[in-house]
C-alpha cells in the first residue's frame, strides 16, 4: 500500500512544476482575451457613438443601432466560444497530474 502512495507522491511532485506553467500560462491567456475583448468593446462602442451623433434622420439612427447590435451579438457569441475554449483548456491543464498520477498508480504510463 505504501508503495502506491508513495508513487502517487512522486508523480505528483515531478508534474507540479509542469502543471503550474500550463496552468498559469492558459490563465494569462483568459486574461489577455477578456482585456483585449473589453478594449474592442469600448472601441466599437465609441465608434457607435460617432456615427449616431453623424446621423441625419430617424432611419439612419435605427440602422446605425440595428447594425452595431449585430454586430455586438456576433463578436459577444464568437469571444464566448473563444472564452469556452479557454476555460476547457484549463481544466484539463488543472486534471492532467491528477490523471498522470492514476495512470502511475496504475502502472500504465
Do not use: C, W
Not at 500550463?22 to 462602442?45: H, N, P
Not at 456615427?51 to 446605425?64: C, E, H, N, P, R
Amino acid at each position: 500500500m505504501t508503495k502506491g502512495v508513495d508513487s502517487v507522491q512522486n508523480a505528483g511532485n515531478g508534474q507540479l512544476d509542469g502543471m503550474t506553467l500550463d496552468f498559469t500560462t492558459t490563465l494569462q491567456a483568459i486574461f489577455a482575451e477578456g482585456a483585449d475583448y473589453t478594449k474592442r468593446s469600448v472601441e466599437r462602442r465609441l465608434a457607435l457613438g460617432e456615427k449616431l451623433l453623424g446621423a441625419k434622420s430617424f432611419d439612419a439612427v435605427i440602422q446605425i443601432q440595428t447594425e452595431y447590435a449585430t454586430a455586438s451579438y456576433d463578436a459577444f457569441v464568437a469571444q464566448a466560444t473563444k472564452m469556452g475554449e479557454l476555460h476547457s483548456n484549463l481544466a484539463m491543464a488543472a486534471f492532467r497530474p491528477a490523471e498522470q498520477a492514476i495512470a502511475a498508480m496504475q502502472g500504465t504510463k
